[in-house]
T-cell receptor, first 114, second 116 residues
Framework: AQSVTQPDIHITVSEGASLELRCNYSYGATPYLFWYVQSPGQGLQLLLKYFSGDTLVQGIKGFEAEFKRSQSSFNLRKPSVHWSDAAEYFCAADSGGGADGLTFGKGTHLIIQP | DTAVSQTPKYLVTQMGNDKSIKCEQNLGHDTMYWYKQDSKKFLKIMFSYNNKELIINETVPNRFSPKSPDKAHLNLHINSLELGDSAVYFC???????????????FGPGTRLTVL
């Protein structure tokens, strides 16, 4: 069965420190991959997406993600976090069938320490 | 200017009642979706519609019935509400089957349903 795994439920990072959020997928073929962010009480905002091409993808708010086929991973990174980055981060995948809907990971809650 | 809108934003109701959540998108997309986010923040697809036709119906109780009067609207009607229905419901839209590649989904702000 298709699945997306985010192994870290919570991550705490000091403001100004670097960040990496992990995501692994299990699909028959490489799916379309996405990272979304959800601030408290808010909807979902797309940070970045990947299907093919350059395996390092740049997104909004200074985020980037690296696709590694050999590890079935699509990890999200940011060189220096800001207090406003505190939120829930979701990795998601789409098989590309057109109307299948996204399969989400369970999310990683990011806490920023002052 | 809102791309995907949902009403209401909050919905508080008693067990056994029937309620509806409305969703509209002004992006010209052909495909719309409903997702449920439970208390642990887990997001799961419920339904997808392409051009008013039901495509996906995940394991969702029959009490949930989506209705798409046109391709810009996908409403969710819930009968005989139960405590376990309390969640945040997100509507989304995408170019869908005609995307020819990217199928980026745009999400609405969510509707927080509380069943008492």
């Amino acid at each position: 069965a298709q699945s997306v795994t985010q192994p870290d439920i919570h991550i705490t990072v000091s403001e100004g420190a670097s960040l990496e959020l992990r995501c692994n997928y299990s699909y028959g073929a490489t799916p379309y991959l996405f990272w979304y962010v959800q601030s408290p009480g808010q909807g979902l905002q797309l940070l970045l997406k990947y299907f093919s091409g350059d395996t390092l993808v740049q997104g909004i708010k200074g985020f980037e993600a690296e696709f590694k086929r050999s590890q079935s991973s699509f990890n999200l990174r940011k060189p220096s976090v800001h207090w406003s980055d505190a939120a829930e981060y979701f990795c998601a995948a789409d098989s590309g069938g057109g109307a299948d809907g996204l399969t989400f990971g369970k999310g990683t809650h990011l806490i920023i320490q002052p | 200017d809102t791309a995907v809108s949902q009403t209401p934003k909050y919905l508080v109701t008693q067990m056994g009642n029937d309620k509806s959540i409305k969703c509209e998108q002004n992006l010209g997309h052909d495909t719309m979706y409903w997702y449920k986010q439970d208390s642990k923040k887990f997001l799961k697809i419920m339904f997808s519609y392409n051009n008013k036709e039901l495509i996906i119906n995940e394991t969702v109780p029959n009490r949930f019935s989506p209705k798409s009067p046109d391709k810009a609207h996908l409403n969710l009607h819930i009968n005989s509400l139960e405590l376990g229905d309390s969640a945040v419901y997100f509507c989304a839209s995408s170019q869908g089957l005609l995307a020819g590649g990217w199928n980026e989904q745009f999400f609405g702000p969510g509707t927080r349903l509380t069943v008492l």
